[in-house]
T-cell receptor
Framework: AQKITQTQPGMFVQEKEAVTLDCTYD???????LFWYKQPSSGEMIFLIY??????QNATEGRYSLNFQKARKSANLVISASQLGDSAMYFC??????????FGTGTSLTVIP | DVKVTQSSRYLVKRTGEKVFLECVQD?????MFWYRQDPGLGLRLIYF???????EKGDIPEGYSVSREKKERFSLILESASTNQTSMYLC????????????FGPGTRLLVL
């Protein structure tokens, strides 16, 4: 079974609008971490946001927030007020207790002017 | 500033050649990782290491080996390169702090002819 599932291969959003990128995960660990990364066309992986499995509040970092629904095993990324520079691939990842990381297949986001 | 460097950005090799991909981090991180990234498949973990001389298999270790003789350096070895190993290879490192992200190198795009 896939550890991380990103069901949206591609998404479009109008500039200044908000967009939600979906991520579901599968683990039997009680303690785990969830990460989102951005990969622009230049190729570097940029860390965006982290959510720990025991964190009670949803994580926020500037225009990024993570909608964490533990019972549903989902960790969706919300980008508010989209900008042209947000156009990139976005990857959801999970770290298990073993310290192994699992990545999803990514979502390609295009921001339309 | 955090720095992970990889020995080459682009590499062209022939089938059957032995290939070494080097990764160096300057953050005194315990954990280092090798991934390959392919379109539509996301990042897949090949091997990771949590200490000098220690290694753990990831999801796709077949055809690869690794070496970690010094804390700052993690090498990926393709004993006999094959065309299906043409890919982007990403190295990452991470401290022992649970909440901290991995830091990625710029990647090596390997073409095996």
């Amino acid at each position: 079974a896939q550890k991380i599932t990103q069901t949206q291969p591609g998404m479009f959003v109008q500039e200044k609008e908000a967009v939600t990128l979906d991520c579901t995960y599968d683990t039997s660990d009680q303690s785990y971490g969830l990460f989102w990364y951005k990969q622009p066309s230049s190729g570097e992986m940029i860390f965006l946001i982290y959510q720990g499995s025991y964190d009670e509040q949803n994580a926020t970092e500037g225009r990024y927030s993570l909608n964490f629904q533990k019972a549903r095993k989902s960790a969706n990324l919300v980008i508010s007020a989209s900008q042209l520079g947000d156009s990139a691939m976005y990857f959801c990842a999970m770290r298990e207790l073993s310290n192994q990381f699992y990545f999803g297949t990514g979502t390609s986001l295009t921001v339309i002017p | 500033d955090v720095k992970v460097t990889q020995s080459s950005r682009y590499l062209v090799k022939r089938t059957g050649e032995k290939v070494f991909l080097e990764c160096v981090q300057d953050m005194d991180h315990e954990n280092m990782f090798w991934y390959r990234q392919d379109p539509g498949l996301g990042l897949r973990l090949i091997y990771f290491s949590y200490d000098v001389k220690m290694k753990e298999k990831g999801d796709i270790p077949e055809g690869y080996s690794v070496s970690r003789e010094k804390k700052e350096r993690f090498s990926l070895i393709l004993e006999s390169a094959s065309t299906n190993q043409t890919s982007m290879y990403l190295c990452a490192s991470k401290s022992g702090i649970v909440r901290e992200t991995q830091y990625f190198g710029p990647g090596t795009r390997l073409l095996v002819l």
